[in-house]
Each structure stands twice: as structure tokens, then as C-alpha cells.
């Protein structure tokens, strides 16, 4: 393992410092072994929640069409494709040995990550408001058991993001630190790749 | 930092070693250990099975304890055990194999190994806390849905926790034998039994989430009042089984690759040959690999997904016999023309082809859908997947057992009581099973407590249940063998079968704390082999003694895995009395501390997990001058043994 050395001199920064290391290249061949298994996992909610899209006790409970807001997911995408972009400025910087711009793209990621948040929250609420729980109907359980756990997706990305910068802020940057911070992009873009996923399957296909 | 070498330690400083190991050498003993125990509970079950059934109308145990029985020794033999059992001869052989110094990842092999603990544990917890898991092992929603008390939820629990070691444990092996291989070792040099961890550790990684979310669906149908499988809300229960054997199917060969591994190490290392075919074999495995996922419903031919659906899953559970074939042929060619010693592993060896073959041969009678209408739900398939499972993983497992023994311990067991256990093991194993085919055909259902009498089925469970008996005298035997081993500990010295021929028999036994002192180049396949026939029967060295870095030790996955298990009881016991969980859980006593006993849970595994990411562990370096002086002491030892 390479010294871990906070302000490396540019010079010595290397192309790739989240891979420099043994333990670097391992953190990035494993978190990507365990994203495949985040996809079959999210793979087999989408299947579970085909299956019992609108499956609902009695007809005066509400479906798909009756219920999405196109407009809503749209900002909602808006939200979370822009933080996908910021995080990668975050880690354009790292590469370029730049801790204070890396620090502040990530936290804009944070920022844009719980507005996204916040809008599900209100997404929740109306519908809930409107009959639509996670106890009402197989339909219910399996839209929020989705949706849900995509949001607590994101709920841990936020804290994860919201720790490196915090835990960082005094150390700085080095291939340790830079590894971390690679893994938790990764991370971060594989909840948004998700989230294309759901937009498509589940809002655009329920309200057509 | 470093290993006291020579000194006894207390039994306290012995127990903190392993709480807190992070070696894959010592994980294994662990895994060894957990897994043999939950083995033996496994088969005080099975037992108890053939008890009941050895004779018609027989009330030794009531129906519903029957159920709990069949039940738990299926969801131990194959959580519990089984996968276990394999993953420590993967973690004793693996990173040896392949000349690293540790697996990638050796945080989250200690994390992986005490979730398995905890999970089994907190799964074994329920025979006290009112009642195991009834609905058998498969779990199917219709009938655990309705299951009274927390016998099932004890079941989902359980299996969450020690199925999320499962997982990371693949992982780790997936990096590890990606990124972990000394020069020189190409995935076309990779042992066999790296090989086929490489592709059983692929499987789980894809196998084990579909499993995650099915029980999770449980969960909340059963505890926190959701819908996904009550059929009046518009729930579905077919879709449990398919998560289920989207699980389910991969999962048997999540077993039986490792073993098929086990076995061709084996195979190749008494017949004094290479591995006939190993480009075919490689490529065989990694075709059975990605057929696993293809064939799931061939579990539910009566289930009614149509002509259509049973069709293509019929052809493709029959294709997946052409790579499986593949393999027994190349087995036979590796010991045709070798020249043979029949020790106790390639004994276990011999015996599995043929029985193996017929499990498979049962498998493709089963994968013929019509036919399975017949076949379904009956003795038939009981026979079918313990000629598979025991005939080949147990096998596999008993084998790899005496096999690495030298590597794990540093002794070897006894030949001779060995091939008692071995002979007596077969003869039972045939006994038990075969007779079962009959019953099926006879019309014997299986997972029924009791059977009248006047039906014919009389002997033949006579029969079976005698079986039962001599394999429960043959692994007494083998639990003798271990002690009388380990009592008189005679250790015996580097490559202690004589034939080794990869990397892991050409290292001290036993092994140094940080396995290679120097990192090995490999110049073909069957390392040790080559250069036992082209070389000095040494490895050689891909560089000069350097300093290695190491991991350090850590309490913390303990602490996280504790956690779970903690907030397991409290998110089990919050649903007790709730209004919204299922009627069975609903009209048991509220417990109102459970909320507090989740939190804690949770709690202590969060609290842990952020002192794990807020602190940097840099580990440790193990100087030049320490492994230089290890060298030579190994040097005059070996001398002094010429
Ligand atoms: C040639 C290869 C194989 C074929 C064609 C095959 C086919 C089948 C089929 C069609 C069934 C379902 C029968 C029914 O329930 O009606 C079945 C059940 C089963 N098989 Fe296999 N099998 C093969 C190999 C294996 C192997 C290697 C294992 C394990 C190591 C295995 C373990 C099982 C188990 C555990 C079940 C029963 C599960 C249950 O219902 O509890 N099989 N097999
Ligand atoms: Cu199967």
C-alpha cells in the first residue's frame, strides 16, 4: 500500500488516486460486484411491483392513472440527474487534487439529493392523504416497497456523502480519502441510474 | 501486533484472537466450527425424521412438531451447514491457492462470518421462544402466511442476517480472486477450486437479492401489515415462489460447484495426473453457472404457468445436463490411466460419480414436465435432491474435510478410521435414499408427519430409516477421528499427502500468519506440480523479501452483526399484538419493550459501522528482518527433518 500522504504535491498526484492502492482497486472491484447485486435486488422489486400494479381490493380504490403527477416526477428526475453530474464534478476535482471544490460539488450533490428527498416526502403525503397506503392494497405495498426503498437508498447515500465531507474536512485529500470518496459517487450514480428506471417503468408506464 | 509464536496463550487471549481475527486461516475455523455444529443439529434432526417415519402410524412426534422438524433441518442443512462448510474450505484454500497473502476484503469476511453466526443462532432461538418455523424450507407464502406465532418470523429474520454474510462473503471472493492473484496466476492457471468459488461467489452475489426481497415481503405481509401476498387485497402468493427459486435453483449450485471443485483437486491429486479437460471444465462451470438462473421454474411445473412457459423451462433444465456430463467425463478421464492411491478423500470421490449421476439422472426425469406432475411433492424428489446434496456436497464436504485437515490444523486425521466412516457413510447414504424412489412412485407425499398402514411403505421406511442410522455411526466415527486427532496432535510438515500439486500444499505447515513470505510466481497450472517435475519442487519468488502490509484486527464486526441480532428480537417482537400484522402475530401479548430492543439494535450496529468509516486503519507493516528470520528458522527446520 502506497504511504498515505495528505497534500501530496500535484506533481505526485496520481491519474487515478481512488485506484493507486491495492485496497483502492479492491474497494472498486467489490462495489461494483455489490451494485450487480443492487440491480437483481432492485430488478426483482420492479417485478414484484409489475406484477401487482394495480391490484386493488375494490374499485373505489385509486390506480396508477389516477394517482401520478408526470409533472412532480419530472422535477424529481431534474433533481437527482443533476446531482449525478455535480458528484462527478466532485470527482473530477479529486482527481485534480482539488479538496476545497471536491468538498463543495459534494455538497451540492447533498443539497440537490434532499430536495429530491423532499419532494418524495410530499409525493407520500398526498397520496396517503388520498387513500393510497402502504396498508391499503397489494398495489399500495408494492408501490411504496419500490419507491421506498430507492428513497432509503438515497437516505443512506446522503448520510454516507454527508459523513466523507465532514470526516475529510480536516484530513483532506489522499489515496485513502479519494477511494472513499470514488466509492460513494459510484454509489450515488447507480441510485440515479435506478431512479431513470422508475421514472420510465413505473410513472411513465402508469399514467399512459 | 505480531503473532507470539512459541508461546501458549490463555484460553481468554485465544477466544479475543478469533473474536476479532481478520485472517482468512482462522475464519475458516470459525466457519469449520459453526457449520460442523449446526451440522450435527441438521442431522439430530433428520434423525428425528426417520424416527417418526420409520414406522406407519407412529406418534413420536405430534404433526405440527413434524413440520417445525422438516422445516428446520432443510433451512439448516442448506444455510446453516452446507454453504458454510463450503465457505471454510474456501476461505482455509482459496487465498492459498492463488498466493495471496489474504482475501480482499478481510473487514467483511469477519463481518460475513458472525452475521452467519448470529443469523443461525437467532434462527435456532425459536424452538425456546415459542415454536420454530413450520411452513418448510421452500417457505411457501400461501401456507406461512397463516403460520401462528413467530416460528416464521423467526425463519425470516434469521435468514435476513445470515444471508447478508452470505452476500458479502461472495463479494469478498469475487474481488479477491479478481484482484488478489500472484504473478503469473492467469484465470486459465486457476485451480479448479478457485475456479468453481470464483463462479459459486458470482452466483450468490446474483442469486441471494431476489431471496433479500422475497423474505422481505414476508416480513411485512406477516408483521407490518402489507399486502404482496393476501389474495384479498389483491396480493399474489405465486410471486414468493418465483422470488423464491430465483434463489432456490442458483442456490444448488452454489452448493455443488465448490464441491464439483473439491472434487477435482482431489481427483487429479490421487491419480498423480493433471485435470483432464481443464479449459472444458473451466468453461463447463461457467456454462452451469449461467443455466442456474435459466431453469427456476421448473420448481413449479404444477404450479400452472402453462405449456408454454413449462416448455422452454423443461429444455432449459435438460440443457444444463450437457456441461454436468461434460465434467463426469473428464473426471473419469483424469483417473483413467492414473496411477491411484486410494486415500479417504478420492474414496468420497469414487463414490460421488455414481451417485451423483443418478441425482442428476432423476433431474432430467424430473425436468420432463408431464412426468413431473407425477413426480411432484412426492418421495421422488427427496430422493432426487439428497442424491445431488449428499451425494455430491455432502460427499464433497466429508472428503474436502479429511483432505484439507493438514492445511486448517496442522494434523492429519487417521486413514483407517477415515475409510470405516467413509464405507459405512456410502452404504448408509444408498440405504436411506434409494428406497425413497420407490416410495415416491408408490404415491408417498412427502412432508407428511405420519402414513397408514397397509400401503406398501412399511419396509421400504424401515429400510430408509436404517440408512439414516448408519450415516449418523459414520460421522460419530469421523467426531471421534477429530478428537483422537486433535488430542494427540502430531503435526506433520509441508505437503503432508506427498502429491500436492497446487500453490496450497507448497507452503509451511503451518502456515505463517501472512502466508507467503514471498510472493510466488506461477509458471503454469498445477504450480507445485511443474516444478516438482521441471524445478526443485520450489515456488519461486516474483521479487525479494519485502515488507508486508497487513489488516489489523477488529472487534467491530462482531459488535455489528451482535447489533442485528438485537434489533432482529425487537423488530420480531414489535409485531406482536399490533393491530395491523397478520391474525396469527395480532393475537399474541403486545410487548411493548421491543420498540426500545430494536433501537438498541439498530443502534449498536450504526454506532459501530460509523466508528468503523470515521476512523482511518491504515494496518500494519510486518518488517523485512521478521520474515527473513522466519525463512531461515523454516530453512534449518527442514533440514533438521532430512
Ligand atoms: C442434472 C441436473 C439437475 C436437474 C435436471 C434437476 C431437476 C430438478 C427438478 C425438475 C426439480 C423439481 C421437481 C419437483 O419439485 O417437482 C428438482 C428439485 C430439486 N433439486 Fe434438482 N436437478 C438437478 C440437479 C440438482 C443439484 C445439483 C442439486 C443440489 C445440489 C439439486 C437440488 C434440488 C433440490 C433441493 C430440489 C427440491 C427442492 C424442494 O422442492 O424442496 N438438483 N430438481
Ligand atoms: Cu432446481
Known sequence: MAEIRYDVPNEQWPVHPEKATLEGRNKFVGFWTFLAGETVLFASLFATYLALKDQVPSQEHLVAADLYHLELAFVMTMFLLTSSLTSVFAVYHMRNNNFGKMQLWLGITVLLGAGFLALEIYEFVEYVKLGHTFRSSAFGSAFYFLIGTHGFHVIVGLIWITLLIIRNANRGLSVYTAAKVNTASLYWHFIDVVWVFIFTIVYLLGVL | MAQVKGKKAGFGAVLWDYLTTVDHKKIAIIYLVAGGFFFALGGIEAMLIRAQLAVPNNDFLSAGLFNEVITMHGTTMIFLAAMPLLFAFMNAVVPLQIGARDVAFPFLNSLGVWLFVFGGIFLNLSWFLGGAPDAGWTSYASLSIASPGHGIDFYAVGLQIAGAGTLISGINFVTTIITMRAPGMTYMRMPLFTWTTLVAAILIVFAFPPLTIGVFLLMFDRMFGSNFFIVEAGGNTIIWEH??????????????????????????????????????????????????????????????????????????????????????????????????????????????????????????????????????????????????????????????????????????????????????????????????????????????????????????????????????????????????????????????????????????IPTPYYNFANTPLIRGIDALALEKEEGDGTIPAAGPVEAIHMPNNSFIPFMISFGLFVAGFGALYFASGKPWAIDAVANLPEKPWALYVLIAGLAITFISMGVRSWKDDLGYYIPKEELEADLRELEARERGAK
Open chain 2, 243 to 508: 422470488l423464491f427459486w430465483i434463489f432456490g435453483h442458483p442456490e444448488v449450485y452454489v452448493l455443488i460447484l465448490p464441491a464439483f471443485g473439491i472434487f477435482s483437486e482431489i481427483f487429479s491429486t490421487f491419480s498423480r495426473k493433471r485435470l483432464f479437460g481443464y479449459s472444458a471444465m473451466v468453461f463447463a462451470t461457467v456454462l452451469i453457472g449461467f443455466f442456474g438462473f435459466m431453469v427456476w421454474a421448473h420448481h413449479m411445473f404444477t404450479v400452472g404457468l402453462g405449456p408454454t412457459a413449462n416448455a422452454i423451462f423443461a429444455l432449459a433444465t435438460m440443457a444444463i445436463a450437457v456441461p454436468t456430463g461434460i465434467k463426469i467425463f473428464n473426471w473419469i478421464a483424469t483417473i483413467w490411466g492414473g496411477s491411484i492411491e486410494f486415500t479417504t478423500p478420492m474414496l468420497y470421490a469414487l463414490a460421488f460419480i455414481p451417485s451423483f449421476v443418478m441425482g442428476g439422472v432423476t433431474g432430467i426425469m424430473q425436468a420432463a414436465a408431464p412426468a413431473d406432475y407425477q413426480y411432484h411433492d412426492s418421495y421422488f424428489i427427496v430422493a432426487h435432491f439428497h442424491y445431488v446434496i449428499v451425494g455430491g456436497v455432502v460427499f464433497a464436504l466429508l472428503a474436502g474435510l479429511h483432505f484439507y485437515w493438514p492445511i486448517i490444523t496442522g494434523t492429519m486425521l487417521s486413514e483407517k478410521l477415515g475409510k470405516i466412516e467413509m464405507v459405512i457413510f456410502f452404504i448408509g447414504f444408498h440405504c436411506t435414499f434409494l428406497i425413497q424412489h420407490w416410495l415416491g412412485l408408490w404415491g408417498m407425499p412427502r412432508r407428511v408427519f405420519t402414513y397408514l398402514d397397509g400401503q406398501g411403505y412399511n419396509t421400504a421406511n424401515m429400510i430408509s430409516s436404517i440408512g439414516a442410522a448408519l450415516m449418523a455411526i459414520a460421522v460419530i466415527i469421523l467426531l471421534i477421528n477429530i478428537i483422537k486427532t486433535l488430542v494427540k496432535n502430531e503435526k506433520v510438515g509441508t505437503d503432508p499427502w506427498g502429491d500436492g500439486r497446487t500453490l496450497e500444499w507448497s507452503l509451511p
